[in-house]
């Protein structure tokens, strides 16, 4: 037994929420639904007209490293904040809910700050996000731990982290150390444009490394150019061993060789979507990690991102092995 | 017409929110249900040991504000944060919610940061608090802005405040220039350990230049050493003009002169019960302010606060006044 069952890897951000109408987005150029890379001064402009707002530590595979701990499962979080209030924030945060964290943060005087991610919630429960990257960005190499990524069964990539100047070797350095170890690589695409951005270094990463791809139909078509879902399922087989694709509504679809298997979600009222899929990934990876055939691991993924997308916020605050006993898994 | 119908004074906070268990608290040494001074060593500590928690602008005076701002009233807010990430926090929210803020924070290398306060919910609602004050008890009277006062109806002080070494003569001087222009002076008592470690000084205040006493009923008591409500409500009508006591689930008795009158509020179910008292004075404000009836007053009061212990977090989420027309006031 590895001392971890998953390792993440990814932005280390503080969420900052605020309701909006779907106006403000407008006036503002913000696009709905997407995550938007922004810079210092857009974000403080953004930040001066946007409502009164709440700050909760997210990050995507932050968020999905969470909600493993809150599982259960023995988990460690690599991500890169400074030695800043909100720094000590998302530090508190992610190992007072049982993860290992032990990435150095840059120094209190470094020019970039902790990054955050401006989370607009429209009515109709849809997040829309403006990203600062400040400091997460630099994740390097050498912030990469090879006996941590031994210790692991899986790592857990975040997409949104190709985004960054030494992004691809820091990742290839954890993948070498994991794999080399009998570890096992996952990744999520993040976010269609994300995907857009950086799709061939994806593909050949998939290709040579990757033995679970986490996507959402979107971003599923953005890899593979397509805007037919079905293409694209059929596409993805060639390239990883399994892919569990969000639906949205509709559940998820697992691919596995010639595999597909369609796993339903019951309805539920959306008021915060910020966190579905990093959510839906924690519960996938905690069936996974504990022997559970891939129909049950997509339910636990679909509870998992039920639960929060039914409040305000990225990680859990119901009880999540509570829900999942609930539902009879 | 003055250019603000309330201007608040009080300690500039951001509120750090956590849910714990009973247990927690007793292991901690944390009191239940009261406002406990902390320094840094002690919130560092706490800090480690409470579970995942989320950030929202606190503060009570403020909180009364933002309500007082999300009632549509015209505001403006006196308080002491640094300039630092947390400051910049409190000064947006507070802002964002359409309050005037203007005092000068602390440089951002002061020794002291922005306050803070750790709340711990308990599963039936109620909340802990323990403050690390940081610099907003350095509120000193260079810090009021005669004029400001000057353009204010009313003013209302935040008991807490008077856990400062200035704080005293800052409120002197805001009080001068108030009632110097014709304004009226409000306080709130805070908390029955706040009014015991201060008696004798908001004994005197309130006697000398007081037209309305916020209270709740255990702060009430300890204002004149009783165990018996009646006893304080009686006693009341001699020192205040006005007196707006909350009763918890019982709603709110106004004592105005030889006049008693006891307001009842329709059951709510306490998710948080943080921020209850500071909208309840936001609620009673905003009628006061635009001439209902101390009936009236008091069932804004009660409605203001029932929407804030419904949800987690001191400042308003629901459109406060929609609720108030619903109401038929």
Redesign the interface.
Known sequence: MKDFQVVGIGNALVDILS?VEDAFLAENGVEKGVMTLIDTARAAQL??R????????GGSAANTI?GLAALGARTAYVGKVRD???GA?FA???R??GAHFATPPAPGDHPA??GRCLVMVTPDGERSMNTYLGVSELLAPADIDPALMARAEWIYLEGYRFDGPDSQEAFARAIAACKGAGGHVSITLSDPFCVERHRDAFLAMIRADVDLLFANEHELKALYRTDDLDVALRAVRADAALCACTVGPRGAIIVSGEDRLHVPTDPVRVVDATGAGDLFAAGFLHGLTTGRDLAACARMGCIAAAEVIGHV?A?P?ADLRGLIAAAGL
């Open positions: 309701h930040y001066d946007m409502g009164p707002a709440r700050e909760v530590s969470a800043d209030q909100l924030i508190h945060d992610i007072a809910q700050e902790t916020g990680r605050e």
